[in-house]
């Protein structure tokens, strides 16, 4: 069982690697949403891994269906500007070696950390840890606040959307309609 | 498997997407690279919440999912825009607002 898990882990850790890479490595922007696609489906499979069963579902349902939809759309109706990964000027060909020394200090930071826990399979959990009834429970009672302000977030990117991709220019339109 | 793998795996991808935020220049790409940026962190989330037992770190990372369904709708809006009014979709020509 444990084996197991441990062929889940890697195999889904690298599809989720492999995922990223192909998202800034790609020339093709509508590639680079399909390799997105797979990073989301192998980081679903890691939250199986963590005992995570709704987010895994919601990973899946709302992240690599519904979004990933919006951003094909967009790839699609925009076009291709194919620009691969190559670097203009001396400050941006940094930026690897910035992103890698940024990996060697989290990664010395996690694994030199004082937390004992880190190096275990984490505490015991209930059977119904992570499921949806107790995400409902959390939601409704202890995060009722963040859940309420998410629901007006969401609202607000929504018409902030109509509002951005209007065929005419701005609202001075709107304006002359209503007589302003 | 150790909680500590995922947090290095989640670190892998957190500077896997912020190279990709600092070097390309396409905005729908910076865009699909800021996903990868909060998916590292709702992987890092979501391990410490499975290291103390806890679900509160899950539904932090619910609430990352709505702000990045939020930050895409204004993002491609922006860019759906940018397409309409002929301004090239590269992000280094977006320079009006320097000062």
Known sequence: ????????????????????????????????????????????????????????????IVYAGAVMVLYLFVAAYVGGGDEPFMPSG???????????????????????????????EGAKIDPGFGGPAQFGELLLKRFLIPFE????????????????????????????EAGI | ????????????IFCTGLAGVLSRRNPLVVLLSLELLLNAGNL???AFSRMWGNADGQIFALVVMVVAACEVVVGLGVIVAMYRNRIPIDVDEMSELRG
């Open chain 1, 1 to 60: 069982m444990d084996v197991l898990e441990g062929i889940c882990f890697f195999i889904a850790a690298l599809l989720a690697v492999g995922g990223a890479a192909g998202v800034v490595l790609l020339r093709n922007p509508f590639f680079s949403v399909l390799a997105l696609v797979l990073h989301l489906l192998a980081l679903a499979t890691l939250f199986l891994l963590l005992h995570a069963q709704f987010l895994a579902a919601a990973q899946i």
């Open chain 1, 90 to 120: 001396p400050l941006l060909t940094l930026a690897p070696f910035f992103a890698a020394a940024l990996f060697a200090e989290l990664a010395i930071a996690a694994l030199g950390s004082g937390l004992s826990a880190i190096n275990s």
């Open chain 1, 149 to 176: 302000t998410a629901s007006y977030l969401l609202l607000i990117a929504a018409v902030g959307a109509v509002v951005l991709a209007r065929r005419r220019r701005g609202l001075e339109h709107l304006d002359e």
């Open chain 2, 1 to 12: 498997m150790d909680v500590s793998w995922y947090i290095v795996l989640s670190a892998l």
């Open chain 2, 44 to 46: 890092a989330l979501v």
